[in-house]
């Protein structure tokens, strides 16, 4: 044999079948397991998919209730605010009837003041 040559030996069609049936079963076992592996990794992102529009899920009905807290303050809010309004106004009327009240009597006052000058005068005049 001459260094350098490879030795080959003639395949016979059953060889030929054998090699063909072993790598057909090889791609299929490889395909099994690729199909496998894409379908658990498709699980796990559904899985995932699944987690995530939970938890958001539970965060929009925590932000919803929040916000119905908030609009019920707000409600509260209202109703406090229209009571200091009317108390507001309350006050405002007592205060111009006391202005006015202290206005009368600052007036009777001086009218009796008067009275009482008018009186002296006349007194005076009788004399």
Known sequence: MEPGILR????????????????????????????????????????????VRDEFNARMDHIESRLE?????FDRLETHFSILEVQLAAIGRTAARMELRAAQVAQQRAIDDLERRVAKIERQLQQ
Request: no cysteine.
């Open 8 to 51: 080959t030996t003639a395949m016979t069609q059953e060889d030929l079948d054998q090699i063909g049936a072993m790598v057909s079963q090889a791609l299929t076992e490889n395909n099994r397991v690729l199909v496998e592996a894409i379908h658990a990794w498709g699980q796990r992102i559904v899985q995932r998919i699944d987690q």
């Open 69 to 73: 807290d908030l609009d019920r303050g």
